[in-house]
Every structure is written in C-alpha cells, then in structure tokens.
Nanobody, 127 residues
Framework: EVQLVESGGGLVQPGGSLRLSCAISGYTINRWCLGWFRQAPGKEREGVATIDRYGNPAYADSVKGRFTISRDNAKSTFDLEMNVLNPEDTAMYYC?????????????????????WGQGTLVTVSS
C-alpha cells in the first residue's frame, strides 16, 4: 500500500517562504505523476502543481512564478517550494500521486483524480 507523508507546513508571514515535502515510502517513483493540491476553508480543493515522469511541471495560474515543484526519484520524494506567500495561499496542502497514469500528468491539475493522497499539511500565511 502506497503511503504519503507530507511535511513542512506551518505559519509564515506574508511575503515569506515555505518548502513542503512529500515522501513515498517503499516505492520507486520514476514513472509516477506527482502533484500538490490545496483546500482553503470554505473552498473547493484546487490543483497547485504537478510534475510528470520527465520532470515537466504544470502550475495553477495563481502560483506561477512563486511556487516550484521538484522531484527526487532516488529518494522517492517531491517538494513544493513556495515563495512570496500571501494570505490567499492559506490552506491545507495535500500531495497526491499515481503510478504511470493513463492521461498526461498536467491534466490532473484540473480534476485532481490521482489515485493516492496524503493526509495534508497546513499552511497559514498571516501577520
């Protein structure tokens, strides 16, 4: 059973930075589509970023230029570097994955229908 463990959330001031990490234990993730999603209070879950097996990223318009997704296949981890955070980025952040999905990885940014999800890590941007 695939298990994801997120880390790196916390409280940060507007304009600050955080780095989230997602660890996948016991699996080789070379072919996997990896993604970060978020859900703010009272809002629907939305895609933040995905990265395909070739390392090609896709980002939501709201985070382009501020967030960077990366993967380390050797360590079976992937990260989300978040810069210039603002209060609108406050949300529970989830990592999600799927092994060799049938559709382009970037498509999952829209519908979020990846197979396996983590428990989430809370990011709060506030002064």
């Amino acid at each position: 059973e695939v298990q994801l463990v997120e880390s790196g959330g916390g409280l940060v001031q507007p304009g600050g930075s955080l780095r989230l990490s997602c660890a996948i234990s016991g699996y080789t993730i070379n072919r996997w589509c990896l993604g970060w999603f978020r859900q703010a209070p009272g809002k629907e879950r939305e895609g933040v970023a995905t990265i395909d097996r070739y390392g090609n990223p896709a980002y939501a318009d709201s985070v382009k230029g501020r967030f960077t997704i990366s993967r380390d296949n050797a360590k079976s981890t992937f990260d989300l570097e978040m810069n210039v955070l603002n209060p609108e980025d406050t949300a529970m952040y989830y990592c999600a994955v799927e092994d060799d999905p049938p559709r382009p990885c970037s498509w999952y940014l829209v519908d979020g229908k990846l197979e396996v999800w983590g428990q989430g890590t809370l990011v709060t941007v506030s002064s």
